[in-house]
């Protein structure tokens, strides 16, 4: 299983195979759903900044399509932190 998922989830894929899951109360479940999707957004939000980061890179300083890419850097730093804080 944890070839398929790639090395980036292969750590989330091991914890989630070793966690015991909350079955006792649903307000306990849904919190538990909601930090492992909040986990999955944060590591899908960087992989983006890490592409975007790329893209300036190879754009070269200044140019229209680095500052785009900055600009949207921007956004999903926002969004990652948004996520984070709750």
């Known amino acids: 299983m944890i070839e398929q998922v ?3 989830l292969a ?3 091991s914890q989630l195979a070793v966690t015991p899951l909350p079955h006792d109360k649903l307000a306990e479940e849904a919190a538990y759903a909601r930090s492992v999707l909040a986990r999955l957004l944060d590591l899908s939000l960087t992989r ?3 592409d975007l980061r790329g893209r300036m890179q190879r754009a070269g300083e200044g ?3 680095a500052q785009e890419a900055f600009a949207e850097m921007i956004r999903l730093e926002t969004r ?3 996520l984070r804080e709750g």
């Open 6 to 8: 790639g090395p980036e």
């Open 11 to 13: 750590s989330l894929v």
């Open 48 to 50: 983006q900044a890490a």
């Open 63 to 65: 140019t229209p399509a």
């Open 80 to 82: 990652r932190r948004q």
